[in-house]
């Protein structure tokens, strides 16, 4: 599975991004979940959202619950992350990844498959 994010740019504070991670390769994209992580300068990776292959199930880390909606096209093989109410704490390379899995995994040794990062700024 090759997977490439994009949509990453610099927003001011309590604006609004999205994400998108297109996957390809000779795989089934419903049977993969999704992830999205971060990682700011100087900070670990931080997983931000997960989604199931159905997209029936989605997790989300504290920080951005209520801000940030994960989302799935199967048909397009594409992830997104809908960031809304932009904080300069969001600001982080966004990286989107995939595992064959069924339930949607917060820890990003549990992914196989990674996308080589976007970045998100947000501004004060």
């Known amino acids: 599975v090759q997977l490439q994010a994009s949509g990453g740019g610099l927003v001011q504070a309590g604006g609004s991004l999205s994400l998108s991670c297109a996957a390809s390769?000779?795989?089934?994209?419903?049977?993969?979940?999704m992830g999205w992580f971060r990682q700011a300068p100087g900070k670990e990776r931080e997983f931000v959202a997960a989604i199931s292959g159905s997209g029936v199930i989605t997790r989300y880390a504290d920080s951005v619950k209520g801000r940030f909606t994960i989302s799935r096209d199967n048909a397009k093989n594409t992830v997104y992350v809908q960031m809304n109410s932009l904080k300069p704490e969001d600001t982080a390379v966004y990286y989107c990844a995939a595992d064959y899995n069924v339930v949607p995994r917060a820890v990003d040794r549990e992914y196989d498959y990674w996308g080589q990062g976007t970045q998100v700024t947000v501004s004060s």
């Open positions: 390769g000779r795989t089934t994209f419903s049977t993969y979940i």
